[in-house]
């Protein structure tokens, strides 16, 4: 594994709250993305970054926002949570564009209620 | 926009038989990956078996391998001697190569939902 941790594992929250899932690496990975899975879709991408500070949306990006400060630590936010945004959220990281496995996350199951 | 397509919501296999799970994928791009990915139900994803689209060579990895027809775009995966321990949701995956440099992120299909059966 690469050393990909996200928190929390599991987030109960309200309607209107906000969210912030962590994803942290340890292997100095440029590459980092967030996907969506839900039942009936497989996997759908929310945003990637390309590096510190550089994001760029994904297929259902609407409702979420992003951030890298840090080369190992990339946050997704729900700024308003709604129930259409209860999942599983998971992280992926992936070294340079020539190396090209992407290694996941554990997952962040998240329930809006 | 590119797609990925599994057919098969769900694939049953007695142990030791073999199974192939289709997909097919469509996109205009010429040069990409395709990539399988296994998640058993502990949901932690596994890379399988990856593709270069420029290899005309089909990948193969210990009991999988991959048939891959480019000019069909299909991108089948072979599972030989089936083993209770691949037991999983199958979900194959898209990336195009982006001239000058860069890594999209992964289009996946919808998954199939594999049983092997003792």
């Known amino acids: 594994d690469a050393g990909i941790t996200q928190s929390p594992r599991h987030k109960v929250t309200e309607t209107g709250t906000p969210v912030t899932l962590r994803c942290h690496q340890t292997?100095?990975?440029?590459?980092m993305y967030w996907y969506r899975q839900d039942p009936g879709h497989g996997l759908r991408l929310i945003h990637y970054?390309?590096?510190?500070?550089?994001?760029d949306k994904g297929e259902v990006s609407d409702g979420y926002s992003v951030s890298r400060s840090k080369t190992e630590d990339f946050l997704l936010t729900l700024e308003s949570a709604t129930s259409s945004q209860t999942s599983v959220y998971f992280c992926?990281?992936?070294?340079?564009?020539?190396?090209?496995?992407?290694?996941f996350g554990p997952g962040t199951r998240l329930t809006v209620l | 926009a590119q797609t990925v397509t599994q057919s098969q919501p769900e694939m049953s296999v007695q142990e030791a038989e073999t199974v192939t799970l289709s997909c097919t994928y469509d996109?205009?791009?010429?040069?990409?990956?395709l990539f399988w990915y296994k998640q058993p139900p502990s949901r932690q994803m596994i890379l399988v078996i990856r593709?270069?689209?420029?290899?005309?060579q089909n990948a193969t990895e210990n009991r999988f391998s991959v048939n891959f027809q480019k000019a069909a775009k299909s991108f089948s995966l072979k599972i030989s001697d089936s083993q209770l321990g691949d037991a999983a949701m199958y979900f194959c995956?898209?990336?195009?190569?982006?001239?000058?440099?860069?890594?999209?992120?992964?289009?996946f299909g919808k998954g199939t939902h594999l049983i092997i059966q003792p």
């Open positions: 292997e100095n990975h440029r590459y």
């Open positions: 996109t205009s791009e010429s040069d990409y990956y």
């Open positions: 992926a990281s992936q070294f340079s564009d020539i190396y090209n496995e992407q290694f």
């Open positions: 995956a898209y990336r195009r190569v982006r001239s000058g440099g860069g890594a999209d992120g992964l289009t």
């Open positions: 593709q270069e689209a420029y290899k005309q």
């Open positions: 970054s390309y590096g510190v500070k550089d994001t």
